[in-house]
């Protein structure tokens, strides 16, 4: 069983239209990062959220922690064909997990 | 700054072999990790470093499978012997652990492939 369950796992969409992933669990965790994958390289750091209903925007992202900590959402406004890759949520808990991820693909 | 480096990107081996994976992480990072990304199974981390010393190794999946970190900025994954189910992307991280989010910088990839 995943200790992150992403949502959903494949997403694809027109540029200029927004969209949202969701990293849930049942688990509460003390923080919990977000990463974005393009093919051929690692994944990049996006943001760390630590505090339960925190919003943080990154330019056109927006990343929300749930009150309780067990989930954590990913908006993105206006989406541009650069935004493409997978995306990953991660939590420390005794070591680093990481969801399945959710591959985002944006059309021109 | 230098990002995490790895070293080769691409390797291609024969079933039996032995495989030498190598990672030089940031410096000034005190936490080393190495993951494994299939799609079957997604990223999954192997084993991980603190200051040199291993601290968790329950995801290596084998004996078959050694990693090393003989100082800071060095550290080793060892497949021997190498078998086709071991045909992965692996991905060497750091990390400072201070703060405790353990956030992770990614190298960009070794890509193995055991025919």
């Known amino acids: 069983t995943q200790l992150l369950e992403q949502s959903p796992q494949f997403l694809s969409i027109q540029e200029g239209e927004n969209l949202t992933v969701y990293c849930n669990s049942s688990?509460?965790?003390?923080?919990l990062q977000w990463y974005r994958q393009e093919p051929g390289e690692g994944p990049v750091l996006l943001v760390t959220v630590v505090t339960g209903g925190e919003v943080k925007k990154l330019k056109r992202l927006t990343f929300q922690f749930g009150d309780a900590r067990k989930d954590s959402s990913l908006h993105i406004t206006a989406a541009q064909p650069g935004d493409t890759g997978l995306y990953l949520c991660?939590?420390?808990?005794?070591?680093?997990?990481f969801g399945a991820g959710t591959t985002v693909t944006v059309r021109a | 700054d230098a990002g995490v480096i790895q070293s080769p990107r691409h390797e291609v081996t024969e079933m039996g072999q032995e495989v030498t994976l190598r990672c030089k992480p940031i410096s000034g990072h005190d936490y080393l990790f190495w993951y494994r990304q299939t799609m079957m199974r997604g990223l999954e981390l192997l084993i991980y470093?603190?200051?040199?010393?291993?601290?968790?190794d329950s995801g290596m999946p084998e004996d078959r499978f050694s990693a090393k970190m003989p100082n800071a900025s060095f550290s080793t994954l060892k497949i021997q012997p190498s078998e086709p189910r071991d045909s992965a992307v692996y991905f060497c991280?750091?990390?400072?652990?201070?703060?405790?989010?353990?956030?992770?910088?990614f190298g960009p990839g070794t890509r193995l492939t055991v025919t």
């Open positions: 991660a939590v420390w808990d005794y070591k680093l997990s």
């Open positions: 688990s509460v965790f003390s923080s």
């Open positions: 470093f603190n200051n040199n010393v291993p601290i968790d």
């Open positions: 991280a750091s990390s400072l652990g201070q703060g405790g989010t353990y956030e992770q910088y």
